[in-house]
């Protein structure tokens, strides 16, 4: 039995989350957007405002493109906002115990034939699908940031996931104009298991003094023509992020070759993020 998709829940309104709602809204869905507070939805809508706003000034969208797309994005404060959504995409925080005190509170509120995918950028899919009540209606479904922008989508099936599930997953990424990889359920799948040790290794280029902040991102902009430095990319990623990934790395695949740079763990302590903090490898003070 094929599933349609209408209806699209998101969890988490920050800079994945939101943009998969703007994207959702924008290709017609309607769409539910959660945060663990009002007044975080809210800024994710403003983001979301702030970006349409920019596409309309630039003559691609026009003011009454960027209300239909607004209007279409109902702030959810509870899980029961997502009782008729057909599928809820769970954006949050890269930490698997977060992940699984949502999917267990969110069960209860969904319909039957309701898709969970997550967003998770490295996390096993198949671990996360067992704390559910529907490991067949369970999918990976990871954007790349900036989510407005970036071409691929990685499809991740769980052992247990059903064809129906992947099958109506494919088709809401096509509607969402997006190119799909899919990647086995291995830690960090196809995209991280690639980006994230040149990020980590870039990180001990700068550690152990072989060249400054600038002249690694240089080297990689001009030398390899990457769009950003590895360090910037950090920093844009999310430092705190960086670290989640390169341990689901070093600890899944347990090699030493994924081990996280002392440098990345010491700015995490620190609290120096990257953007979202303002300052990270640079300082955006
Ligand atoms: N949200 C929405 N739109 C954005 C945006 C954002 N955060 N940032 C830039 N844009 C849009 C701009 O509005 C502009 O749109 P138009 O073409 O319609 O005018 C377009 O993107 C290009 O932007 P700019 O000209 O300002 O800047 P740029 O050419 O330097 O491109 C970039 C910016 C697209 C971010 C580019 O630097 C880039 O591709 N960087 C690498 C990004 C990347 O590697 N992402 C993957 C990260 S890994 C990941 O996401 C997986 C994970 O799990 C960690």
């Given amino acids: 039995m094929s599933i349609e998709i209408r ?4 969890i988490g309104a920050g800079q994945m ?21 009002e007044e975080r939805i809210n800024a994710g809508l403003a983001t979301i405002n702030g970006n349409l706003s920019r596409q309309v000034s630039k003559g691609h969208l026009t003011e009454e493109d960027r209300e239909k ?17 057909d599928i809820v995409i769970e954006a949050a925080v890269e930490n698997e115990e977060i992940k699984r005190k949502i999917f267990q509170a969110l ?13 998770t950028s490295s996390i096993s899919v198949t671990r996360l ?6 490991p067949e209606q369970f999918i990976g479904i990871h954007f790349m940031n900036p989510v407005p922008v970036m071409q691929l989508v990685e499809v991740i099936r769980g052992i247990a ?31 991280n298991r690639i980006l994230l040790p040149m990020i980590n290794e870039a990180i001990y280029t700068l550690y152990e003094g072989v060249g400054s902040v600038e002249s690694i991102d240089t080297a990689m902009r001009l030398g390899a023509n990457h769009p950003m430095g590895p360090l910037q990319l950090a920093d844009f990623i ?30 995490v302590e620190a609290g120096w993020l990257g953007r979202k903090t303002r300052r990270g490898f640079y300082d955006y003070r």
């Avoid at 209806?7 to 998101?10: A, E, L, T």
């Avoid at 290709?27 to 507070?37: K, M, R, T, W």
């Fill in 7 to 10: 209806k699209v829940g998101v």
């Fill in 129 to 134: 699908a067992s704390t559910t009540d529907r």
């Fill in 17 to 37: 989350g939101g943009g998969i709602a703007q994207v959702a809204a924008a290709s017609g869905y309607d769409v539910a957007l959660n945060d663990i507070s």
């Fill in 69 to 85: 797309i607004l209007s279409r994005i109902a702030p959810a404060v509870t899980y029961e906002h997502f009782h008729d959504s």
């Fill in 238 to 267: 999310g430092l705190d992020t960086c670290l989640s990934i390169m341990q689901v790395l070093y600890e899944g695949l347990a090699d030493s070759k994924y081990r996280p740079c002392p440098l990345l763990v010491k700015y």
């Fill in 107 to 119: 069960c209860p509120a969904l319909k039957p034939s309701a898709i969970i995918g997550t967003n």
């Fill in 161 to 191: 996931t059903s064809e129906e599930s992947y099958q109506a997953t494919r088709e809401l990424v096509e509607r969402l104009g997006k190119s799909i990889t899919v990647a086995e359920d291995f830690p960090g799948f196809i995209v």
